[in-house]
């Protein structure tokens, strides 16, 4: 089946940092790469809706300017988290699309913690 | 607006015994429904979709829309099959809105 990585897959920083994450499809193209926030003992709450070459969709209360969404390649969508703060602690998870696909491909999430 | 509702949080059966994950939706559109599977330490990953009627590690699904329903069911649960499931619903092109989620439990 497809994979999707993420890299990487823990990170702790300051607050007032940024971090970024990515997101590869390891076997194939996705035009199309989905980025979800999940907290503790809750749902996947999708974030965004990246689009290779163009800009991402995002979801409504979610903030542009603080989650920056970059899909430059047809394998790669970068998550990048602008000063960060505590409250942006969460797991991260990113899928992808296959072309003309039924379903997405979940990478393993990458744990966020602020301090 | 789409909704998926999953009304158990926790669902603990003995082995052996029939186990049904309950999913209900709200979406006007024409539903695409998944079951989605998290085993401990593991990704999010696809157990089945209701378009293609199979029964994947014994579980099947099948979606009444006069229900609005998609409930997951197995016959004999396993102890293996302890896990989170997630029922899913395709909107729009390709977004996915995702249930809270049932962690089952299948005790020995």
């Known amino acids: 089946g497809a994979v999707v990585s993420q890299h990487p897959s823990r990170v702790i920083c300051k607050s007032g940092t940024s971090v970024k994450i990515e997101c590869r499809s390891l076997?194939?193209?996705?035009?199309?790469m989905f980025w979800y926030r999940q907290f503790p003992k809750q749902s996947l709450m999708l974030m965004a809706t990246s689009n290779e070459g163009s800009k991402a969709t995002y979801e409504q209360g979610v903030e542009k300017d603080k989650f920056l969404i970059n899909h430059a390649s047809l394998t790669l969508s970068t998550l990048t988290v602008t000063s960060a703060h505590p409250e942006d602690s969460s797991f991260y998870i990113c899928?992808?699309?296959?072309?003309?696909?039924?379903?997405?491909?979940f990478g393993p999430g990458t744990r966020l913690l602020v301090l | 607006a789409q909704r998926v509702t999953q009304p158990e949080k926790l669902l603990s059966v003995f082995k052996g015994a029939p186990v049904e994950l309950k999913c209900n939706y709200s979406y006007s559109g024409s539903p695409e429904l998944f079951w989605y599977v998290q085993y401990s330490r593991q990704r999010l990953q696809l157990l089945l979709r209701h378009i293609s009627r199979e029964s994947i590690k014994g579980f099947t699904a099948d979606l009444n829309k006069g229900e609005t329903s998609f409930h997951l069911k197995k016959p004999f649960a396993q102890e293996e099959d302890s896990a989170m499931y997630y029922c899913?619903?395709?909107?729009?092109?390709?977004?996915?809105?995702f249930g809270a989620g049932t962690r089952l439990t299948v005790k020995p």
């Open positions: 076997d194939f193209q996705a035009t199309t």
């Open positions: 899913a619903l395709k909107y729009r092109n390709n977004d996915m809105r």
């Open positions: 899928s992808a699309h296959l072309p003309r696909g039924e379903t997405q491909y």
